[in-house]
Each structure stands twice: as structure tokens, then as C-alpha cells.
């Protein structure tokens, strides 16, 4: 009987949840701050915190693609300011969820236009039920004209993170997967670095703002990827996926409970079907069919 180690899975709740935990950081920084200055930051650091940490381990191969590194660092880059701007026009828990959420609805999209697979009945069902809760969340649209454009911002940081994901996917058969991210999310912070010249940085030097950006590029940079990656080796990766939903859980009730956003019955009705269709779309169907016979997997 397969087992799964039950130890590599609270590893992967804690990386979630320590994910979860950016977008209440980036409520905490000085008013002045910039998204792109954060996101250039967080990658800065927890590039860097990355890139020390597997050099000492001795990981860092250049068995991979060029080009694949330079796709996942293009869409890595693009995913810090991008997601930042929704959180902050869209609020924590709305701009994770979405952003979240629409990743991997936008995966199967492009799955299905470069690899020509068929999308199954149940991808459609979840497709549905992001969509709807999307829409639960941002009625009545006639009060969105200052916040709408941060469901924008919050699907493009979704769609560069699905890019991200499918490259990461076909590197990880090939090469270390813990080298192949200190590369990506440095080459993303040199990328990011020119905004640090054109938004003021002078809040940085603060002690709050020394601690949301060692914050998010640390705890929820290097540590979370750290975990992440050590669990994914002991964990089908199905199992990881489902597990990391906790991410958008814990930015919806510290949004609610630390932040003090207000989310009416309708927005949690919301976030519950954003959060049931991705599970339903992570959960394989052999998962399903072994549950109901005796030969279904047991945690350690």
C-alpha cells in the first residue's frame, strides 16, 4: 500500500501559508511604498537568500535550457508587480484569490492551444466555478471604477505565473529544481532592478520597511521555496497542489481577521467556489476512484 509521508505534507501547508502571507506584509510598509520596488525587493533578497543557499549545497547545474530559464524569469518578474498592484487596488484576499485561482484555469487554456489536448468534462465544471466566483466578488460592478483594473492585474499575474509553471514543470524532469529557482528569481530581481531607480526607496531604510521586505523576500521567498521543493520529493505532486490552496485561505482570513477588510456573504461565497474548482481541477481522477476502494493512499 502506497503511504504518503504526512510530515512532507504539513511542509507543504507551511510553504502555502507562508505564501499566503505577502500580501498582509505589503499592507504593513510605509505608505509611500511602490509595488515594483517591493516585488524588485522580495526577489532581490530571497534571489540572492536562494542563490547562497544552494551554492553551499553545491546545486547549482546548467544541465537545463537557456531559453526556458529566461521564459521563467521573464513571467517571474512580471508576476511581483503584477500581483502587488492587484492586491493593492483589490484588496489582500480578492487579488490573491483571483490571482491564485485564474492560474490554473489559464494553464489548461494554453495546454490545450500548444499541446492540442483535450480538455476533460471536470476542467470545464472548475472553469465554471472560477468563473462565477469571480464574478461574486466583484458585484455590483457598478463600484468598481477605482478598483476594477486590479482584476487585471491580478489575471496577468496569474497568467505569468502558469507560464512559470509549465516551464518549471519540464525543468524539473531534466535538472535540480532548487538550482533552477536561485537562477530564475535572481536573473528576475536583476531584471526588476532598474524600477529601484525611478520609484523612492528611502522607506526601505525604515524598521517596518526592513521587515515587510526581508519578510517577503525571505520567509516567503527562500523559506517557502525551500520547503516546497523538499516536500514535492516526498509528495505526489497532485497532492502538493491541493495542499498549497491553503495560500489563498490565509490571505482571505488575514485579510479579514489582521487587516480588517470587510468580506460580505457574497465575496465568501466567492472565494469558496474559486477555491472548490481548483481543487476539483487538481484532484486526479485516479485519486477519486482509489478513494472508494481499499487500496487509496494512508498518511504516515
Known amino acids: 500500500m502506497n503511504k504518503i509521508n504526512a510530515s512532507a505534507m ?25 509595488p515594483l520596488v517591493i516585488g524588485s525587493l522580495r526577489l532581490l533578497i530571497g534571489g540572492g537568500s536562494l542563490l547562497v543557499y544552494v551554492w553551499i549545497k553545491g546545486k547549482i547545474a546548467f544541465l537545463f535550457s537557456k531559453r526556458d530559464l529566461l521564459i521563467a524569469a521573464i513571467s517571474m518578474a512580471a508576476y511581483q508587480p503584477l500581483f502587488f498592484t492587484a492586491v493593492d487596488l483589490s484588496g489582500i484576499a480578492v487579488g490573491t484569490v483571483v490571482a491564485i485561482g485564474s ?13 492540442r489536448r483535450k480538455l476533460a468534462v471536470r476542467w470545464w465544471a472548475s472553469t465554471g466555478l472560477g468563473i462565477v466566483g469571480i464574478v461574486l466578488l466583484f458585484m455590483p460592478f457598478e463600484n468598481i471604477d477605482l478598483q476594477s483594473s486590479g482584476i487585471y492585474f491580478a489575471l496577468g499575474a496569474g497568467g505569468s505565473f502558469a507560464l512559470y509553471t509549465i516551464v518549471s514543470k519540464n525543468i524539473s524532469e531534466q535538472a535540480d529544481s532548487e538550482g533552477f529557482v536561485a537562477l530564475v528569481f535572481s536573473l528576475a ?9 525611478f520609484y523612492p526607496i528611502s ?11 526581508f519578510h517577503l523576500g525571505i520567509v516567503t521567498t527562500a523559506l517557502a521555496y525551500i520547503l516546497f521543493n523538499y516536500s514535492l520529493r516526498r509528495i505526489p505532486a497532485s497532492y502538493a497542489v491541493t495542499l498549497s490552496l491553503t495560500e489563498p485561505l490565509t ?32 484532484i486526479p481522477k485516479t485519486t477519486i476512484l482509489n478513494r472508494q476502494s481499499k487500496n487509496e493512499y494512508t498518511a504516515e
Not at 189 to 197: E, R
Not at 256 to 275: M, N, P
Request: with cysteine.
Open 103 to 115: 492560474a490554473p484555469i489559464i494553464t489548461g487554456v494554453v495546454e490545450y492551444m500548444i499541446y
Open 10 to 34: 504539513m511542509l507543504t501547508i507551511l510553504a502555502a501559508i507562508l505564501w499566503g502571507t505577502t500580501g498582509t506584509a505589503q499592507s504593513f510598509a510605509p505608505d509611500h511604498s511602490h
Open 251 to 282: 490571505a482571505a482570513c488575514l485579510g479579514a481577521f489582521v487587516v480588517g477588510e470587510t468580506l460580505i456573504i457574497k465575496d465568501w461565497a466567492g472565494i469558496g467556489l474559486i477555491l472548490t474548482g481548483v481543487t476539483l481541477l487538481t
Open 203 to 213: 522607506w526601505v531604510f525604515t524598521l517596518k520597511g526592513t521587515a515587510v521586505v
Open 189 to 197: 530581481a536583476i531584471f526588476l532592478t532598474p524600477f529601484l531607480f
